[in-house]
């Protein structure tokens, strides 16, 4: 079974500075998929960024950028120029390219609270 | 497009009671999952809907758990004589086949 473990409950970070977010990850598996989810208060998960294990390239989606290390399997996202809206809980969560039954199921990990100081 | 929706946005209910949690997919998306949400467990699988069909069952956490979909879209999750650990916020999403997973705002289960 996959596991996902993110090391930081809680970050701080000053507005308009960057911030990391740390995830590491295990699996036997060769393909896979790898997502950083934001919760807002408002419960609603949203997707932030997405990356595919064959690609070696890291994912960027304007401010957000991840570090993947395939051979360390980990998975960290940096966030430039943090905004207060940018306050949430993130989640790193894995998911097998196989497919089929549960293996099309998240695995996420604990996530980690960012705050965001004005 | 309209996302993904559930309902209700929040449930209080008894123990021993039954409820049921709905969701509707984004349309077009063939793919459905539940997940539950707790402090203690953090965001754990459930169940996964392919079409109308559930390959893999053994997520759900107990007996009293079921789910069904019908017509490829609306998926209903029911839980029966419900135990005050079954309090947790529970999330659905849909996606297309192999695509990225798409979240509801969640359904937020309190049982007294």
């Known amino acids: 079974a996959q596991t996902v473990t993110q090391s930081q409950p809680e970050m701080s970070v000053q507005e308009a500075e960057t911030v990391t977010l740390s995830c590491t990850y295990d699996?036997?598996?060769?393909?896979?998929?790898l997502f950083w989810y934001k919760q807002p208060p408002s419960r609603q998960m949203i997707l932030v960024i997405r990356q595919e294990a064959y690609k070696q390239q890291n994912a960027t989606e304007n401010r957000f950028s991840v570090n993947f290390q395939k051979a360390a399997k980990s998975f960290s996202l940096k966030i430039s120029d943090s905004q207060l809206g940018d306050a949430a809980m993130y989640f790193c969560?894995?998911?097998?390219?196989w497919g089929g039954g549960g293996a099309d199921g998240l695995t996420f990990g604990k996530g980690t609270h960012l705050i965001i100081q004005p | 497009g309209a996302g993904v929706s559930q309902s209700p946005s929040n449930k209080v209910t008894e123990k021993g009671k039954d409820v049921e949690l709905r969701c509707d997919p984004i349309?077009?998306?063939?793919?459905l999952y539940w997940y539950r949400q707790s402090l203690g467990q953090g965001l754990e699988f459930l169940i996964y809907?392919?079409?109308?069909?559930?390959?893999?069952k053994s997520g759900l956490p107990s007996d009293r758990f079921s789910a069904e979909r019908t017509g490829g879209s609306v998926s209903t999750l029911t839980i029966q004589r419900t135990q005050q650990e079954d309090s947790a916020v529970y999330l659905c999403a849909s996606s297309p086949v192999g695509g990225t997973q798409y979240f509801g705002p969640g359904t937020r289960l309190t049982v007294l």
């Open positions: 809907f392919q079409g109308n069909s559930a390959p893999d």
């Open positions: 969560a894995y998911r097998s390219a």
């Open positions: 349309s077009g998306h063939t793919a």
């Open positions: 699996t036997s598996e060769s393909d896979y998929y």
